[in-house]
């Protein structure tokens, strides 16, 4: 009877990842988790395009179903951009997330709008990438379905809908509040962008404080880890693309020079990088190293405590 209730346990696992896409020329969805819970589904981060939210609300029918609650493991919209068409199905459940999108809508999102309208009015966006900037827009405007209605404002243990997560907050990392959760039962982390499989994506992000939340993540006694984008992980790969990442930030703060580091990365994170991707990472890390890692002061200090935000 036990060794049923193993394979059965193991044929139907009470959680499933729907993996966000990474297409060139559009922004990426984020991973999304569902996790089987008393009162419905959890769903761990929402996706930015209509494609990825149709593929939640179809694996929740096919779970039989309903959404019950979002967690949202950080603001950005490719994990957030799918919470109004799940509230619009689902009416009235609450975001789980840290606040630390406020931040954003007086810092980041003025910038990056900016930067946007600029790009359109240079008349250089191809169509496809004004609508994509449009409906990003769109989300940064839906502050309803942006803000958290139940804030996460330190790690502990939460009940979301019924099901019992070790909810951990990570100050100060990839965002200012970065939400991370462990699932006791499965053994089973899900990091958001705290880990990504093909590069660190470190737009707003606080590296010394991101190194130190991967050393909270290492702490717990997951077997499997769903990333914030990319491939689930064993303990072992979490274990060698955190040494990489390491190395990275190690690398930049010393005087070799930048393309050492971008090629120790390639090297150090083969394992997570597609083969499809091999070609655009270098100038990923290269961005970062320029734009935080080996920015000016200031701006390398920008999303870390006390910086201008
Ligand atoms: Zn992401």
Not at 96 to 113: E, K, W
Not at 242 to 271: H, N, T, Y
Not at 285 to 294: A, C, K, M, Q, V
Request: net charge neutral; proline share 7%.
């Amino acid at each position: 009877m036990l060794a049923l209730a193993l394979l059965l346990a193991a044929a139907a696992p009470d959680w499933q990842l729907i993996p966000g896409s990474f297409e060139r020329g559009r922004g990426p969805d984020g991973n999304t988790v569902l996790l089987d819970a008393p009162d419905g589904l959890v769903v761990v981060d929402t996706g930015r395009h209509q494609a990825h939210q149709d593929a939640i609300l179809a694996a929740a029918r096919a779970r039989g179903k309903p959404v019950a609650a979002i967690v949202n493991t950080h603001w950005h919209l490719d994990h957030t951009g799918g919470n109004a068409a799940l509230r619009a199905a689902f009416p009235g459940i609450p975001i789980y997330a840290s606040n630390a999108v406020d931040g954003a809508l007086t810092g980041f999102f003025p910038r990056s709008r900016a930067g946007a309208e600029q790009f359109i009015a240079s008349g250089k966006a191809k169509p496809e990438q004004v609508a994509e900037i449009r409906r990003d827009m769109a989300a940064m405007d839906d502050l309803a379905d942006l803000r958290p209605s139940r804030v996460v404002a330190r790690t502990g243990t939460m009940t979301i809908a019924g099901r019992r997560l070790d909810v951990h907050l990570e100050r100060y990392a990839a965002t200012a509040g970065d939400v991370w959760l462990y699932d006791p039962q499965a053994r089973l982390a899900i990091a958001g962008d705290l880990v990504v499989g093909l590069a660190p994506f470190m737009d707003t992000a606080c590296p010394e404080g991101w190194r130190t939340a991967l050393g909270h993540i290492a702490a717990a006694p997951f077997k499997a880890l769903v990333p914030g984008h990319g491939a689930v992980m064993s303990r072992a790969d979490f274990d060698s693309w955190r040494k990489a990442f390491d190395a990275l930030l190690d690398c930049a703060a010393g005087s070799v020079g930048r393309q050492a580091c971008i090629e120790g990365w390639m090297k150090d994170a083969a394992p997570f990088i597609p083969a499809a991707d091999k070609d655009r990472v270098p100038g990923m890390i290269g961005y970062y190293i320029d734009t935080r890692l080996r920015a000016a002061p200031d701006e390398k200090a920008r999303y870390c405590p006390g910086g201008p935000g």
